[in-house]
Nanobody
């Protein structure tokens, strides 16, 4: 089993920044991808960014050049630095880990960006 706990969400004004953290614990051997997804009210969950153990990253077009995903393997933590936030970034943000093709999810952290 893999446990994921997110933190760092909150309310911020447009143009501001937030840093999300995801603590990964449990049986972490075999995790191939870690990432962040988000789900806005009335919308489907979408990939925001992902990172492999080797450091290869992938971003949604809507967040490129504004968000940065990083991982601290020693601390088993994944971060999402979010800059130049926009009201349309408002959503519940979920940490994700893939291990042997099984998806594990955190409970989410709410990010609200006011205009």
């Amino acid at each position: 089993q893999v446990q994921l706990v997110e933190s760092g969400g909150g309310l911020v004004q447009a143009g501001g920044s937030l840093r999300l953290s995801c603590a990964v614990s449990g049986s972490t051997f075999g995790i191939t991808i870690r990432g962040w997804y988000r789900q806005a009210p009335g919308k489907e969950r979408e990939l925001v960014a992902s990172i492999t153990p080797g450091g290869t990253t992938n971003y949604a077009d809507s967040v490129k050049d504004r968000f940065t995903i990083s991982g601290d393997n020693a601390k088993n933590t994944v971060y999402l630095q979010m800059n130049s936030l926009k009201p349309e970034d408002t959503a519940d943000y979920y940490c994700n880990a893939v291990k042997f093709r099984i998806n594990y999810w955190g409970k989410g952290t709410l990010v609200t960006v006011s205009a």
